[in-house]
């Protein structure tokens, strides 16, 4: 799976800035993951640091033994709870906190994570130069959205800059979270992990919402699983037309000819039948 580091490099060399590495925390757990969860955010400055440095590298770090690492935790102990609440299904007084059960941090290694400012520098970013930044490398946070291919997407205050490209369906609103569906990816708008608002109202809003689409991606049926499906269907019909060939051949030899003629005209529909099939999706 592409990772992207050549590219975000390329941002930092442009704007004379340290790139700040992201994507994927752990490749191997997020392709094991039943759910494919991905996060959204603004810039580096919300963890506090300005120097180069590989986003995964430092989620995969967080874990202290006292829970999460201390410049980190406001950001990162919603995200903790709201992934667990997701991955694992699981209600808020069942998560335990970090603080007492360290290990609970171990869950950000199945995520993504991103931020539309690639580079760190500067004070806390304004509205203004974070929409530059998306303005000016959109394709690339458009292009890792599609490459990791996630069934969720959680926006830390960061939907209103996708809105116009990513196109989706307006947006249902349980309390502090706004969420969609398209193409049965979830997607949802929520606050910046770090908003001045009680964690529980945080984590239940978004689970209400994930759980509300969760129900309706359940009964929908895509047009890419439609396509996999045509895909299936044609391969075994391919696989039966070869078949077919090798009873002709048969049948032939064995000069059984009106069935080898009966297998011809079969073939004939089989062929035809792919090729309508192959229409469905062209």
Known sequence: MKNFNDEIENIGKLSNLAPI???IVNEQKYKNSDIKLMWILKDANSTGEDESYDLREAINTLKRDYGVRKDWEKTFNNIIYVTNGILNDAEWEDIPYPKDEPNTVDILQNIAYINIKKVGGGAKSNDKEINDHYQKHKKLLLEQIEEFNPDVVIFGNTYHYFKDDLKLNEMNIFGSCHATIKENRIYLSAYHPNARMKQKVYFDDIMTAYKA???VSQNVYSNKTFEKDIL???DHMDLLANNIDVMI????????FEKAADMRTLKKNVIKAME?????IN
């Open 21 to 23: 590495f992201d994507g």
């Open 213 to 215: 689409f969760k129900k």
């Open 232 to 234: 299936k269907i044609t």
């Open 249 to 256: 051949s048969k049948l032939t030899n064995a000069q059984k």
């Open 276 to 280: 309508i099939l192959n229409k469905e």
